[in-house]
């Protein structure tokens, strides 16, 4: 078992891609986000277009308008990484601690929410909007069995595939 845990959260764009729509649906706001969007561009077609085809070209309008809204996002986020440099993700008895370039940014247990394991990413909550990730490929199975255990000692909520 490890004291702490250093993970290299390098992250491709697919990545932040990945992270951003799971955080944008993951939440009742996303969705609403979407049904708002799609009412407001339905809405003017209704007069000119039947039913089906308003409703048809709102969902349409919506989706790609969300989705240009997380490319914008993705984008952003992927330029300031490369600017900074690469992530490095420290976990031990206190917290966490997130190193990016000269920027070091501490979290305690009592400060992260949830820790949710997928397949491919490991999500820290900060609240339900607020999140750190990276790659799980980054994780060796013993590193993830000692996140997990750091996680369940501390009470925080573990979402996932839990060693």
Known sequence: MFDAVTVS??????????AIVRLWLAQPSGFLLVAVLAIAFGFPLHGEAPLWLAVLGAIAWASITVLFFVALQTWKIARRARAMGTLVYTF?????????????????WSGIV??????????????PSVMWFFPRRHLTSDQASCLCALARDARVRLEGGTP
Not at 9 to 18: A, K, P
Not at 92 to 108: A, I, K, L, N, Y
Not at 114 to 127: A, E, G, H, P, W
């Open 9 to 18: 959260g390098e992250r491709t764009g697919g990545d932040v891609f990945v």
């Open 92 to 108: 031990d008895e206190q917290g966490v601690r997130c190193q990016h370039g000269s920027v070091v940014t501490s979290v305690p």
């Open 114 to 127: 949830r820790v949710k394991l997928t397949d491919r990413t490991c999500f820290l909550y900060m609240s």
